[in-house]
């Protein structure tokens, strides 16, 4: 039986709210949004979807790993200092008028949390037109996050006129620095085709990219292309294996995944009881994946 799968993208924004420290990579806080939808048929009987869910870190969160890894794109001064710790104190104002400053005298980092606190509105109305514009300063310097988020920019067309071509250069920047959330992105792009060729080896190649770094929606999708032999050979142990990184972070999708990997007995066992478990909790929430696995495989019977 062949059923739909469904492309979907997930967008982000990326935060850079301390310049030397906190527990997040990177930050994301923003919505998932339908992209442009290519169907596709799979093989395990339901139709499943590349999208993930909604990620919901704290935006005051910073990026200390995200510092380690790419210290050439931090540039420190004392006042760019004193804006993170108002920051920090939820002194956005404060904070705001000295990453302006600093931004003005060009540093990276300060351009881009003046585009981030003027894209939100935090201690400054809100204008994309003015986030787009420090986002794009701070981008030309090379700073991954502010790449990614310019992309985000002008594929949802804010502050700007919508370019999916654009958006598509600036998530490459972004992923080929070795940003996840634009390899993820950038997969979806491929994916579905449209301001690129659609291409699921390339669709493949950054899902696992941004997979490997532990990104659930890309360790979902990875496990769809396996399932599906989409862009890789067909492999339902790996395919398995990336559903299972997913759902041991909470992602329903993948522990729906799963269970339709059990139920009907792909890459594992057939277990009924296991499929049932995997899937109750994304049922409960309504999720579209899961209802159709636990519908059709009667695991409320």
């Known amino acids: 039986m062949q059923l739909n799968l469904i492309s979907l993208i997930h967008k982000f924004q990326l935060n850079l709210s301390e310049a030397f420290g906190s527990k997040h990579a990177v930050m994301v806080g923003g919505e998932k949004m339908p992209n442009r939808m290519r169907l596709i048929c799979i093989t395990l009987g339901v139709a499943m979807s590349i999208s993930s869910p909604s990620f919901s870190a704290d935006i005051d969160d910073g990026i200390k790993a995200y510092d380690k890894a790419r210290p050439a794109e931090r540039v420190a001064s004392d006042e760019f200092a004193a804006g993170v710790d108002a920051y920090s104190r939820g002194d956005y104002t404060a904070a705001y008028a000295m990453f302006m400053k600093e931004a003005q005298k060009g540093n990276a980092s300060a351009q881009y949390k003046t585009g981030f606190m003027l894209a939100e509105g935090r201690g400054v109305a809100k204008n994309d037109a003015e986030a787009v514009r420090w986002y794009k300063l701070a981008a030309e310097k090379g700073l991954s996050a502010a790449q990614y988020n310019l992309a985000v920019m002008y594929e949802e067309g804010k502050g700007t006129a919508q370019d ?138």
Not at 229 to 247: H, I, P, S, T, Y
Request: hydrophobic share 45%; aromatic share 10%.
């Open 164 to 301: 999916p071509e654009a958006a598509l250069k600036w998530y490459r920047k972004a992923a080929e620095k070795g940003l996840a959330a634009a390899q993820y992105n950038l997969g979806v792009m491929y994916g579905n085709g449209g301001a690129v060729e659609q291409n699921d080896e390339e669709a493949f190649k950054w899902f696992r990219l941004a997979a490997a770094q532990g990104l659930a929606p890309a360790q979902y999708n990875l496990g769809l292309m396996y399932a599906n032999g989409l862009g890789v050979e067909q492999n339902d142990r790996e395919a398995m294996k990336w559903f299972q990184l997913a759902a041991a972070q909470n992602d329903l999708k993948a522990a729906c995944g799963l269970a339709m990997m059990y139920a009907s007995g792909k890459g594992t066992l057939k277990d009924l009881a296991k499929a049932k478990q995997l899937a109750k909790k994304g049922f409960d929430a309504g999720e579209e994946i899961c209802r159709l696995v636990w519908t059709q495989n009667h695991l409320g019977d």
